[in-house]
Each structure stands twice: as C-alpha cells, then as structure tokens.
C-alpha cells in the first residue's frame, strides 16, 4: 500500500430500528469522504440498525445483501476500500454481527463476525458468536478487525498481530459511562502488539444509553494521532505503516515473548 495510508472514519449517529435510513446516511457520507480522497473508509458497529434487538432477526441483512450491493457499488465507484463497519445480518435462522471489508474493486475480502457478545447490552440473547479470527490483506498490507468489546480481549488482537497484522480496526458501539475503558484498552492494545489501532465509535442515544464517539487512531508507540469529540462527523488522518517495523526491531517483544510460560500445567 503506498504510504502514507488516508483513512476516513464516518462517526454517525445511527437511527434505532431503520435500516433504510442508515443505508442511505451511510451511502451519502461515503460519497462525501471519497470525494475528499481517502485510501480507506470506516464506519462504526451496527451500523444498519442500531441496537434494535426485539426485532432485529426482522430488520437484520438477509446474507449481508444490501450491505455487499450498496457498499460494494460504492467502493468500486470510488475505487476505495471500505471497512463497512458492522452491521446486523441473518444466515438461516442465526442472526450476527459481521464486518464486510470491500476492497477498490468492490469484491468483499474479509469477514469478521463478533466472537465475544456483550451482555450488558443483550447481545448473546439476540446474536450468534462469530468463530473465525479476522485477519485480511488489503493492499497487500496485512491487518486485523475485531469488533467493541472484542477490545477487552487482548489475546484476540494478539492472535491477530503474531499473525502479521500490523493494524487492527475496531467499529463500535461503546456508551458511557466507559469511556476511560475504551481509551486505556486501546492504548494498551496498540502498544502491547506494537500496531496501529484505529476505531470507529458512534455518537448519539439510545433510550438511556449515550454513545461518546472519541473514535481514535493510535500508533504503535502509543500515541494519539487523532481522538474526536462527541459529535457526528468525517474525520480524514492518515498512518504511515513503515513505523511498525522500526519499532518491533527497536523493542522486539515478539522475539523476547516466552509462549512456553504462558499456559498453566
Ligand atoms: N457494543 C459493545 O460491544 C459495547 C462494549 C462495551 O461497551 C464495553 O464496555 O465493553
């Protein structure tokens, strides 16, 4: 991938329940981000339907349809990658919680469905748990996606890292009253497997629930390159992956890690 790599991360507000509408917000704020040149957008968590779980099975992506039609169009109109977040979607009588990844030519080249469900927000009452780790290549750069509370599992990431992803993205629908959490988890997450963490959170309500936003782009040093705020917007940085190297040979944890200490007899 040339670099440095221009991402876009769409921080939406997303309408509880309407897929229609967030279709056509999610459609209209691609083409906004493409226009303003990027080599990859992001979008957050559920993005089709919110947290609507009473009804979702209804409202959920029949086989990821709409979202491979609509998103796919879009990322071969514009010749961009698009890591389309999540979004709810039915396989037979299962419902999940899949990342779709498309690259420049609108083909999907990776999905991930969530493999640690959220009880404090119901999900493991409604959603089936993925079983496959997401590890991709996009412009033959190796990367991995987790998704929200995926984030609280470090060996996850770790997977993903010793297995050559060199970033890990993260949609979410994360609420207060945890933003600290979400903030010192991905620090963590970024330094400890010296890779870029770049995630996507939504803004706005849910009945009782606030989403905070502060969507974040993280170095492998740990550094902030971009934290937002708590309102909707595009947000464009870019990252430059030849950092990643540099500082696996500056440190080298994962020559100096004793993986023969790490499980108990
Ligand atoms: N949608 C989610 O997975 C939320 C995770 C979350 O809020 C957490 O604290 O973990």
Redesign the pocket.
Same mark, same amino acid.
């Given at each position: 991938m040339k670099q440095p790599v221009r991402i876009a991360l769409l921080q939406m507000d997303i309408a509880l329940g309407d897929p229609t509408a967030n279709f056509a917000k999610a459609a209209d704020w691609i083409e906004q981000a493409a226009q303003s040149g990027t080599d990859l957008i992001v979008l957050p %968590?559920?993005w089709n339907t919110a947290?609507s779980l009473d009804n979702i099975r209804e409202i959920a992506d029949q086989n990821g349809a709409k979202t491979r039609e609509v998103i796919g169009a879009l990322a071969a109109k514009h010749g961009v990658n698009i890591l389309a977040g999540s979004v709810a979607d039915v396989r037979g009588e299962a419902v999940y919680?899949t990342t779709y990844l498309f690259d420049r030519t609108g083909a999907v080249c990776g999905e991930y469905s969530?493999t640690?469900?959220?009880r404090?927000?119901d %999900?493991e009452k409604y959603l089936h748990a993925g079983d496959q780790v997401g590890r991709f290549a996009l412009d033959d750069v190796q990367i991995g996606s987790i998704?929200?509370?995926?984030?609280?599992f470090p060996e996850l990431t770790r997977t993903l890292s010793l297995s050559g992803a060199q970033v890990v993205f993260v949609p979410?629908?994360?609420?207060h009253p945890?933003l600290n959490?979400?903030r010192h988890?991905q620090i963590a997450r970024a330094i400890e497997n010296q890779m870029f963490v770049v995630s996507c959170n939504r803004v706005g309500r849910a009945g009782d629930t606030e989403f905070f936003g502060h969507s974040m782009v993280i170095d492998p040093w740990g550094e902030i390159l971009l934290e937002t705020d708590d309102t909707e917007g595009i947000h464009h940085v870019q990252i430059d992956l030849g950092v990643v190297p540099e500082i696996r040979s500056r440190i080298p944890i994962f020559e100096d890690r004793r993986p023969e200490l790490y499980r108990l007899k």
């Open positions: %968590e559920m947290y919680n969530k640690h469900l959220f404090l927000m %999900e998704i929200c509370y995926d984030l609280r979410a629908q994360w609420p945890r959490h979400w988890l």
